[in-house]
T-cell receptor
Framework: KQEVTQIPAALSVPEGENLVLNCSFT??????LQWFRQDPGKGLTSLLL?????REQTSGRLNASLDKSSGRSTLYIAASQPGDSATYLC??????????FGTGTRLTIIP | DTAVSQTPKYLVTQMGNDKSIKCEQN?????MYWYKQDSKKFLKIMFS???????INETVPNRFSPKSPDKAHLNLHINSLELGDSAVYFC??????????????FGPGTRLTVL
């Protein structure tokens, strides 16, 4: 069964610190992996998409890595800010014409 | 301009009623999706349409019927609503159907509460 897991479910970090969010998946034969952000009561916003052939993608203070062999991806956030507080979702395209989502990590940046 | 919009934002109704949720995207995308996010925040795909044709139906009860009048619109009609249908429903769109480089754009969600 193809599954995506995100641990921990919640994380609190003081402002200014760097942090890493984790995502693991059960099948290494993926097409791509995406990281989304969801603010309370809002829809999802795509942050980064890593194709199967890539090892990382960067956008501003965000860096996402992909290690297919170990079934893991990380989202690194540098110099965290209160505005980074949100739920971060990892989603994998296993090549079956749909995205399989993790349950997310709720991130709180403490001012 | 809003890229993917949904109406209504909130919907409260009684068990047994029939209701519809509308979705529109102005991105010129070919593919649209409906997702359900349950009370535990787990997000799961329900349907996807590519150029008005159904390409994914993820074992959703027959009470749920998507309709795509054109590729910019994908509406969701739900018959005989049940308590378990209470959730947030998200519409999304992408240029192609799950191309390697494709990003999905999500609407703001419709919070459905069945009493």
């Amino acid at each position: 069964k193809q599954e995506v897991t995100q641990i921990p479910a919640a994380l609190s970090v003081p402002e200014g610190e760097n942090l890493v969010l984790n995502c693991s998946f059960t099948d290494s034969a993926i097409y791509n992996l995406q990281w989304f952000r969801q603010d309370p009561g809002k829809g999802l916003t795509s942050l980064l998409l890593i194709q199967s052939s890539q090892r990382e993608q960067t956008s501003g203070r965000l860096n996402a890595s992909l290690d297919k062999s170990s079934g893991r991806s990380t989202l690194y956030i540098a110099a965290s800010q209160p505005g980074d507080s949100a739920t971060y979702l990892c989603a994998v395209d296993f090549g079956n014409e749909k995205l399989t989502f993790g349950t997310g990590t709720r991130l709180t940046i403490i001012p | 301009d809003t890229a993917v919009s949904q109406t209504p934002k909130y919907l409260v109704t009684q068990m047994g009623n029939d209701k519809s949720i509308k979705c529109e995207q102005n991105l010129g995308h070919d593919t649209m999706y409906w997702y359900k996010q349950d009370s535990k925040k787990f997000l799961k795909i329900m349907f996807s349409y590519n150029n008005k044709e159904l390409i994914i139906n993820e074992t959703v009860p027959n009470r749920f019927s998507p309709k795509s009048p054109d590729k910019a619109h994908l509406n969701l009609h739900i018959n005989s609503l049940e308590l378990g249908d209470s959730a947030v429903y998200f519409c999304a769109s992408s240029q192609e159907a799950f191309a390697y480089t494709d990003t999905q754009y999500f609407g703001p969600g419709t919070r459905l509460t069945v009493l």
